[in-house]
């Protein structure tokens, strides 16, 4: 590799100010799997989980702030967060996605820096495995 590769994608991955290039912080350290977002980086953390509704509100929270995160198949993911209750309903929300890859694992380890409401796409309802977020609520 060339000193000029190099630089080349230093400058590709952390954009360059002067030229108007900004970096893609999601799309570079996290996988969009559908209903969630999960950090590739085997040590990466995610300082807050933003809650995305299909109606365009999103809540951000700190993971230093939820103090319990509970699963109930039958209820969905509830977090603790202050004091005030945030619920995720939908199915599939502890299913393998891929290969070590479950929703509500990856909130328990801060590997989630996203969830969103699902859009009702047929692709995402005839698929019986995908994990897909019905509703969001705080």
Same mark, same amino acid.
């Given at each position: ?6 630089? &080349? =994608? ?13 970096? &893609? ?27 995305? =509704?299909?109606?365009?509100?999103? #809540? ?7 103090? =319990? ?14 004091? &005030? =209750? #945030? ?31 699902? /859009?009702?796409?047929? /692709? ?15």
């Amino acid at each position: 590799m060339t000193d000029r590769t190099i630089l &080349q =994608k230093y400058v590709a991955r952390n954009g360059d100010p002067a030229a108007g290039v900004v970096p &893609q912080a999601d799309s570079e350290t996290a996988d969009d799997l559908g209903a969630f977002g999960w950090l590739r980086g085997i040590r990466d953390r995610a300082v807050c989980l933003e809650l995305r =509704k299909s109606d365009g509100n999103i #809540l951000a929270v700190s993971y230093g702030y939820i103090d =319990k995160a509970e699963f109930d198949p039958s209820e969905g993911i509830t977090l603790s967060v202050s004091g &005030q =209750k #945030l619920r995720i309903k939908g199915r599939n929300l502890n299913a393998e996605v891929r290969p070590t890859v479950r929703l509500f694992e990856g909130l328990a380890r801060h590997r989630v820096p996203w969830i969103r409401e699902t /859009d009702r796409s047929p /692709d995402l309802r005839t698929h019986d495995h995908a994990t897909v977020i019905d509703s969001i609520e705080w």
